[in-house]
């Protein structure tokens, strides 16, 4: 059973170009949530989709957008760059919303911005 | 608002020394408690988990109390090894379930 897949593992970006992360859950779960993590940093939460909806939104500016598919997988787009938003991107997913229940991260997507 | 405070690191130790990372909490209503671990290279697993108050979690030696009378989820483990370096982040997610809100990180070194 594979776990959660990220794709790209590694990206070279320029300032002002956009970019799109795409994210697999682990088999048997719906609810998908994308977080930012900067160097020696805990992660920072984006925002999370189930049944194809943003359901929560972190502080993050409009430039981060998202969607969720009917097979459950998510892609994170980022416009306009900037050199800040260099950091690795995890996705994380789980079985429906209850808050007691196992998030499992991907290993990321390393984002970086020159 | 909801956030979680660790213990500055890193934190270093010898070979099956005791460890207590301290972690603590602000959070409206009845959160749900994580800890996890993030190998060099790797990202991040869960570790351990408590969902109310005065539950344990437990997992490779490593437990956590969830404590509502001083908001706190201290990980210990009575004898580390070098394998256990890592950074250990801790977490809530609270009442709704939609978001995990981690704290800062601990960075872990064990020497032999």
Redesign the interface.
Known sequence: DAGVTQSPTHLIKTRGQQVTLRCSPKSGHDTVSWYQQALGQGPQFIFQYYEEEERQRGNFPDRFSGHQFPNYSSELNVNALLLGDSALYLCASRRGLDRGTEQYFGPGTRLTVT | GNS?TQMEGPVTLSEEAFLTINCTYTATGY??LFW?VQYPG?????LL?A?KADDKGSNKGFEATYRKETTSFHLEKGSVQVSDSAVY?C?L?????????????TRLFVKA
């Open positions: 979680v959160p749900s996890y790797e990202g991040l697993q869960l988990k969902t982040f977490a997610r609270n009442t709704g379930g939609f978001k995990t809100i981690f704290g800062a990180g």
